[in-house]
């Protein structure tokens, strides 16, 4: 008999990485605005990174401490009431 994960959902991964330094990320994240001008940005110079049916009408949902990678984690809610987490790839300074 199958050890119940047969029949388990795969979580899909709902973290949009972006490029941008660990300095000026923290300098964003804060800032409802710059968070937002970032995003759009990126998403117009590479669409390929966001997912299936993003838009930039998105809205601002929430932020949250990472324990494990030390940063703040904002969200982001798409119209269709998807969120996503939205944060740096990991570049240094």
């Not at 937002?36 to 929430?62: A, I, M, N, Q, Y």
């Amino acid at each position: 008999m199958a050890d119940g994960i047969a029949g388990t959902p795969i979580r899909q991964s709902r973290t949009i990485c972006l490029s941008i330094t660990e300095e000026d990320y923290e300098k964003t994240v804060d800032d409802c605005a710059a968070f937002r001008r970032w995003v759009t940005l990126s998403f117009k110079e590479s669409p390929e990174l966001f997912p299936k049916g993003f838009t930039p009408k998105f809205s601002l949902k929430d932020r949250r401490p990472s324990e494990k990678q030390k940063i703040t984690i904002r969200r982001i809610q798409l119209p269709d009431g998807n969120a996503w987490s939205g944060r740096n790839n990991g570049e240094k300074d």
